[in-house]
């Protein structure tokens, strides 16, 4: 696939409303003041609609490929933590600086990583289904008071892949396509979605099942039958 970063500098260039981020950087593959040099530039280059997206990295494979070394879960855990205490120093010298306080993303669904969100995330991401998203949810509530946190200030996502059917369809599309069916049935499931607690779902690119004219299509049923009955 076409890597991440230079991807958000090009549509930062052909947007002006959308926030654009990163779902997530592999922390192991740049140092933090690598990361935190290119995320001033796109929060620059994009008017302040930048949204930081990290992780502690997880595809043996990938790393393999890079030449890069894969650490125990753990380590990668510390050095995450590590790398997001980075990127809040205060005072440090940088010029020029962010346009605002940029939003820092921290994505996993593993305890530790959930710890490392509930210090120092905007954001909390995991993919799940309602039921497990709820769960963590009360996980990170946890989380966030032993630490003097309010459960408010981490907001939380989630999302998955969605099919709009225009008429129903018992037998569910094959593949893993979490969110699916007409309009009505999608809205009733996006709910679940938030009464579990996600205050953002992101709709995956599905590339195995839709091709790019399907999912404009796809994304112009969203927005203009799904969002309205989200948005009240």
């Known amino acids: ?15 002006a409303a959308v926030s654009l981020g990163s779902l997530v950087l592999g922390n192991a593959y740049r140092h933090p003041a690598v990361v935190a040099n290119m995320a001033v530039t796109l929060d620059h280059v994009s008017q302040g609609r930048l949204v930081l997206g990290i992780g502690a990295g997880w595809q043996p494979n990938e790393h393999a490929a890079y030449g890069i070394e894969l650490p125990a879960a753990r380590d990668r855990v510390a050095v995450l933590a590590e790398a997001c205490a980075a990127y809040r120093l205060r005072d440090a010298p940088f010029d020029p600086r962010p346009l605002s306080r940029l939003t820092l993303l921290v994505g996993g669904g593993g305890r530790l990583v959930m710890g490392v969100a509930a210090r120092h995330a905007g954001v909390w991401h995991a993919w799940a289904r309602p039921a497990g998203l709820a769960r963590k949810n009360a996980v990170l509530d946890g989380l966030l008071r032993d630490i003097g946190r309010c459960p408010g200030d981490v907001a939380r996502a989630t999302g998955g892949t969605v099919a709009v059917r225009a008429g129903r369809d018992p037998e569910r599309a094959a593949g893993e396509i979490e969110v699916q069916g007409t309009p009505e049935d999608i809205l009733s499931q996006l709910l679940a979605f938030r009464d579990a607690g996600a205050d953002e779902f992101i709709v995956r690119d ?11 299509t796809q994304l112009d049923t969203l927005t203009q039958a799904v969002l309205p009955g989200l948005t009240r």
Do not use: G, K, R
């Open 1 to 15: 696939m076409l890597e991440c970063w230079t991807v958000l500098a090009a549509l930062a260039t052909q947007t």
């Open 206 to 216: 599905d590339a195995a099942n839709f091709s790019i004219e399907q999912a404009l």
